[in-house]
């Protein structure tokens, strides 16, 4: 009698579940009404209220949406007879998805009424979507991060990848850092695969006219990982598998679906995507390389793309490598017509990817090293400061990454590197100081600038100006800077003049360019001025202890001893 009576309760809590269940799905139809501003529907319904039940109703499905696809039944298994837990779980699916397919279609068409020139009221700029607008499109985008493995997926990320290049700051930037925040959680590559090919057609569609960089500058949050030639590989033992999977169709079919049960990464899987993922970002890469070439206006994508290749550089295969390197070199043939971000991360991308899948390619360097040094002299404007960390990378590749064995070419970078130190910010003269002093220890033959002007035998004088660094005869001239900087204001770039100087060791990391720059940068930000902390006493202070040790000093008289000089004695 008490299991029969256990087994009530139970089948009377679940009743009560599914009419909780019912209850608020049929309460979430009534937002829906709220949300949609038709007078029709409701008279008193205005745009503030529609605004506050379109974020409720996000905030509703952010909680109640499962982190999987939702299978509706076909007709075969619907004619089969199930218990009624299945048949209400099965209920509650099909309304969930109807409420939640009903709520999408809503957000797009208040996004598109809401557009200037629809027919939708307009903001303070004629040109800006409708409040109303922007809450509909920012909640697709919020469903985008917290839903992008639920149902309705592509329809989603149709319109947030459209809306990335908008023209409303709010929505623009809304949808990239959705986009990037899918990219980084994306852990099978499907999702980020359709979200790159939408964005390269969007891209190639507009001809580069009118894309932010923000659009581009999306793809550096991909974690790619899987190289070009393990992708071909991957894609082999995929069509293996095929082949045995077509022998036995229904031991295939059980794996798979053991496989979507278990939720694990197919590891096989994922490095096709992700072949497929850096092979679409670089054909985009490409086209913004080539469209500069051919006078179209992508110069300010430009940037970013050779940003994009610098960190992608090493998963592409040689063939990409040789072509990737003939467009490089026609970028630095007019290295100078070019802004100073897009001159340096050309030669990031250059010098990145020598260094990784390029060193099988006989190339000298010098290419490269020279732009560099001709460049450098552009870091001193205000406009260009603050691509200071840019330079230090390069510099890091060009000369600690790999071995340089040519002194006169370290030291006419030493040279150029402190000629910028005299003339730019603290934050910036202090890092560029501390590469030279890099310089200075890992190559012992450049010394002979430290010394005498007047000790050292050369021929020639130091030619400042020259483009080629080979050529500008540093050892002709000392690093003089060094002593003018000794007397800078700021202590601490005084203190690394004197310690180079000196040829003192670096305390790493702590002194490192890199951390020098971020701590030095960050202090001028926030207004912080360091200085030495010099105890001096007062003078008047000095003046009452001096009189006070006077005060306290005793007169001692000593009482000379007998002689044993007879003329000296008093008689």
């Known amino acids: ?22 209850e608020r799905l049929s309460k979430m139809r009534m937002l829906l009404e709220l949300a949609n501003p038709n007078p029709k529907l ?24 499962p982190t999987y696809r939702i299978r509706l039944p076909t007709q075969a298994e619907l004619a089969v007879r199930v218990s009624k ?27 598109a009424q809401g557009q200037p020139g629809s027919g939708g009221k307009k903001g303070n700029c004629p040109s800006a979507p409708t409040p109303l607008a922007i809450t509909a499109l920012v909640s697709l985008a919020t469903l985008l991060k917290s839903a992008m493995n639920f149902n309705f997926r592509s329809d989603i990320l149709s319109v947030v990848v459209q809306c990335m290049n908008s023209s409303c700051e ?12 899918v990219f980084r959680k994306d852990r099978q590559g499907d999702i980020s695969l359709d979200a790159v090919k939408m964005i390269s057609n969007m891209v190639k569609n507009r001809d580069f006219k009118g894309v932010k960089v923000g659009v581009i500058q999306s793809f550096s949050s991909l974690p790619l990982r899987v190289h070009q030639d393990e992708a071909e590989a991957a894609k082999l033992h995929e069509k293996a598998n095929k082949k045995k999977r077509k022998r036995d169709r229904e031991k295939a079919q059980i794996e798979d ?13 994922l490095a096709k995507m992700q072949a497929e993922t850096l092979h679409a970002i670089t054909l985009t890469y490409f086209r913004i390389l080539k469209s500069h070439g051919a006078g179209k206006n992508a110069l300010h994508l430009l940037p970013v793309a050779l940003e994009g290749l610098a960190k992608f550089s090493h998963l592409i295969n040689i063939d990409t490598v040789e072509d990737l390197l003939e467009h490089l070199k026609g970028l630095l043939a007019t290295v100078d017509e070019l802004p100073l ?3 340096l991360n050309c030669i990031l991308t250059s010098f990145s990817t020598l260094q990784g899948p390029g060193r099988e390619l006989k190339i000298d360097q010098k ?10 002299s552009r870091i001193c404007s205000s406009s260009t400061i603050q691509h200071t960390n840019l330079v230090l990378r390069c510099l890091n590749l060009a000369f600690l990454k790999r071995r340089e064995f040519s002194n006169t070419r370290v030291a006419a970078f030493i040279k150029k590197l402190l000629t910028v130190a005299v003339h730019a910010p603290p934050y910036c003269s202090a890092s560029m100081i501390a590469f030279a002093r890099l310089l200075f220890h890992r190559y012992q033959g450049t010394h002979q600038l430290l010394e005498n002007e007047l000790d050292v035998v050369s021929s020639g004088k130091y030619s400042p100006f020259t483009e080629d660094p080979d050529y500008s005869n540093p050892f002709a001239a000392a690093a003089w800077e060094l002593s003018a900087l000794k007397f800078h204001i700021q202590p601490v770039v005084s203190k690394h003049a004197a310690n180079a100087s000196l040829l003192k060791n670096l305390q790493l990391p702590a002194e490192s360019p890199d951390n020098v720059y971020k701590t030095m940068l960050n202090n001028t930000n926030n207004v912080y001025i360091p200085f030495k902390l010099s105890k001096k006493n007062h003078p008047l202070r000095a003046s009452k202890q001096k009189s006070a040790k006077r005060q306290r000093q005793e007169y001692r008289f000593i009482t000379p001893r007998e002689t044993k000089s007879w003329h000296l004695k008093d008689f």
């Not at 299991?3 to 019912?22: L, T």
């Not at 709010?170 to 925040?181: G, H, R």
């Open 341 to 343: 971000d897009a001159s």
């Open 170 to 181: 709010e929505v623009s930037k809304s949808c990239c850092s959705a986009v990037c925040e």
């Open 257 to 269: 679906e053991l496989k979507d049960a278990s939720g694990t990464v197919d590891l096989t899987l």
């Open 42 to 65: 409701l008279p008193m319904n205005d745009e503030h209220t529609a605004r506050l039940a379109l974020v409720s109703l996000l905030a509703i499905f952010q909680d109640i949406l």
């Open 367 to 376: 290419e490269y090293v020279a732009p560099l040094y001709s460049q450098l």
């Open 1 to 22: 009698f008490s299991s029969a009576r256990k087994d009530a309760d139970d089948q009377q809590d679940q009743d009560y579940s599914a009419e909780v269940a019912f």
């Open 85 to 111: 837990e299945v048949k209400q779980i099965r209920d509650f699916e099909r309304s969930l998805l109807t409420s939640y397919q009903s709520y999408l279609k809503l957000l797009k068409t208040l996004w």
